[in-house]
């Protein structure tokens, strides 16, 4: 390299060899490629840092879904199974109201016909009471068709509806709970799976062993958490919930408990209108026979005499009459009443196998064999709301789970591995 100072300008200037320059702008090279190797690796990492976070949210976000689903889904049959009851039940309690009517009206037109047979001997009376006769046979003509149809109708009803139960029975006992989680698990990320066998061996020992008993009790218990119960072999408990179910509506409690007549004390007679209605429940059949009648007895210097019939017999009706198979309620679903058996949790280990999620993995840095696994715990709960209309219990009594009030809730719950389903 030669240094020399330019006398035109007065620049001091360097020359140097071709040689020599090429070398040096050689030298920098291996830094800068060195440089970009460190700042792709960094930035793979990054990539693959970010694209698992990414799917490890992906698989949570799946899971809870998965699991809240269930807890819906199994919500919404065990209320649909109460809103049938309750269906059944009103039904069969308008049977036994319709009858009690009928059982009316003939008494009202078995009346009058004896009326009209005594008021024949009194003049101008008798055409009137011919006419009103006349009317109210036709009323009973009408009611009597109308039970004919109505009857059937509403026992037939009630049968499609105990059908659909079974129906519901049948879609909690066939696995359909695992088929919902994994369908809204898929939605995420179609490579999510839910509850994989293979995927839950890869876990630690002792959440694999908890996540485990948790899973097996929930196949065991959700298919058979409903139990099936025949009317006529139910202690009665049906025929119990009809009478409570009369009992709420104080007309309809008159109406049909014996309480739809009156009474005339006079000085030497009264007179009494007494009509009740009862219901018979067996195993294969059920029935609502109603009666009315009007009484009177006489006083005379002993006392009271005994009630005499007014008429020639008393007006009755009966389901059976218009129905010859009525079953009433013949059979429903309920859930055990004990304190302890109020909730279910649905468990749902979501999992997503490293096929699953794109990284760049530079050099096999960032490997990883294992699934990403998030656990999802939802609960189905009978809870009676406090508000809305509805009345409060008394005292420090509670409402223990049943399939007659549609009080079923759900909601993700947290993550407790000391126990399996309650």
């Not at 009966?318 to 309620?329: D, H, K, L, V």
């Amino acid at each position: 390299m030669h240094v020399y100072l330019s006398t035109s300008r007065g620049e001091l200037r360097h020359d140097v060899s071709p040689d020599v320059a090429i070398r040096q702008r050689g030298q920098i090279a291996p830094v800068a490629l060195f440089g970009i190797l460190i700042a792709s690796a960094v930035l793979a990492l990054m990539f693959d840092t970010s694209q698992k976070i990414t799917s490890r949210s992906l698989v949570a976000n799946a899971a809870d879904a998965a699991a809240y689903s269930g807890a819906v889904w199994t919500a919404r049959h065990l209320n649909f199974m109460a809103y049938t009851n309750r269906a059944m039940i009103a039904n069969h309690a308008a049977v036994g109201h319709f009858i009690s009517y009928v059982s009316w009206i003939r008494y009202v037109d078995d009346s009058i016909d004896y009326i009209d047979r005594v008021a024949q001997w009194i003049p101008y009376a008798g055409q009137y009471v011919d006419l009103v006769q006349q009317l109210v046979d036709e009323v009973r003509d009408v009611t009597e068709e109308t039970a004919k149809a109505a009857v059937p109708a509403i026992d037939g009803w009630n049968a499609t509806l105990r059908a659909a139960q079974v129906e519901t029975k049948a879609s909690l006992a066939a696995g359909h709970l695992q088929e919902l989680m994994e369908q809204t698990a898929r939605v995420h990320d179609p490579a999510i799976r839910i509850n994989a066998v293979d995927d839950l061996r890869s876990l630690p020992a002792e959440l694999r062993a908890a996540l485990e008993a948790q899973l097996l009790e929930q196949r065991i218990t959700i298919p058979n958490f409903v139990q099936r119960h025949a009317a006529g072999n139910d202690r009665n408990r049906s025929r119990e919930l009809v009478r409570a179910s009369l009992q709420a509506n104080d007309d309809v409690r008159r109406w049909i408990n014996g309480d739809r007549g009156w009474r005339e004390d006079l000085t030497l007679a009264q007179i009494r209108k007494r009509g009740s209605s009862t219901q018979t429940q067996g195993s294969s059949n059920a029935d609502w026979n109603a009666a009315d009648e009007l009484l009177y007895r006489k006083r005379d210097l002993t006392g009271w005499g005994r009630w005499q019939r007014v008429g020639d017999r008393t007006s009755k009706a009966s389901a059976r009459e218009f129905a010859s198979n009525y079953a009433g309620i013949h059979a429903y679903y309920n859930v055990p009443g004990e304190p302890g058996n109020k909730a279910l949790r649905i468990v749902a280990l979501a999992t997503l196998r490293s096929s699953g999620v794109a990284v760049a993995n530079p050099g096999g840095m960032n490997s990883f064999d294992h699934p990403i696994a998030v656990a999802a715990f939802a609960c189905v709960e009978f809870h009676r709301p406090a508000t809305g209309g509805f009345a409060k219990l008394a005292g420090n009594s509670q409402e223990y789970a049943n399939l007659f009030n549609p009080f079923w809730e759900a909601h993700l719950a947290p993550a407790d591995f000391s126990r399996g389903m309650q």
